[in-house]
């Protein structure tokens, strides 16, 4: 599926749903600015803190993750645990470590993980 510019949802839209997320995921700051690339360096609510493209990249990805994990879980505590726990498919790291190492982790997650979804 493609997305046209007009149809992305804005910048703003998708910080207000990211915040939803890392509460939702029970992230900390450090983990907040490792899933994003380490990007981050302003308050957590600032637009201009997520300003670069690529934290930009990270976080949409990271903000489609979420609606796929509600999907299939309806609790957050087990996307919560999933999240934390090793993954024998990523090598043995959690999801939050590998996403963290690489957007392209990230990408193969959301493939993977939307399969079953």
Known sequence: MVVTAREAPSLLHVLERWDGVAEDWDLDEAERSALLG?????????????GSEAC???MRLLVALAA????IHADAGRTRAWLRR?????????PLEA???????TRWIVAHVEIGA
């Open 38 to 50: 380490g990007f981050t360096s302003g308050p957590p609510c600032s637009v201009e803190t997520y």
């Open 68 to 71: 796929i994990l509600r999907r």
């Open 86 to 94: 090793p993954n024998p498919t990523m090598g043995g790291r959690t």
């Open 99 to 105: 996403m963290a190492a690489s957007p392209d982790w």
């Open 56 to 58: 930009e990249a990270r």
